[in-house]
């Protein structure tokens, strides 16, 4: 059995930066992404990082501003968010699976309960 626990999630100003993590317990060599959630609004890739090592970042708005790391040491993985702007207020949710190298956001089946960021004006 895999659990997953997001945290590091909250309230901060536009320009803000933000570091989530994701506790991992059980099973972890899994490929592992963050995918985000807004209100009224489809779930959305944010990035991949794969057991192998390739990274993979998908909703544009986070390009060039998100990172994703992971400590294997500490079973954790994390999502760096720099310059975070209003349009980033979502749940973010940590998700760990067996990946393709062509379609890192699909494959995952283990989810966190998810972790709020909420970016102000």
């Known amino acids: 059995q895999v659990h997953l626990e997001e945290s590091g999630g909250g309230l901060v100003q536009a320009g803000g930066s933000l570091r989530l993590s994701c506790t991992v317990s059980?099973?972890?060599?899994?490929?592992m992404g963050w995918f985000r959630q807004a209100p009224g609004k489809e779930r959305e890739f944010v990035a991949a990082?794969?057991?192998?090592?390739?990274?993979?970042y998908g909703a544009d708005a986070a390009k060039g501003r998100f990172t994703i790391s992971r400590d294997n040491a500490e079973n954790t993985v994390y999502l760096q968010m720099n310059s975070l702007k209003p349009e980033d207020t979502a749940v973010y949710y940590c998700?760990?699976?067996?990946?393709?190298?062509?379609?890192?956001?699909?494959?995952?089946?283990?989810w966190g309960q998810g972790t709020q960021v909420t970016v102000s004006s």
């Open positions: 998700a760990a699976g067996t990946t393709d190298y062509d379609t890192p956001a699909r494959g995952y089946a283990y």
């Open positions: 059980g099973q972890i060599h899994y490929d």
């Open positions: 990082l794969r057991w192998s090592g390739e990274s993979a």
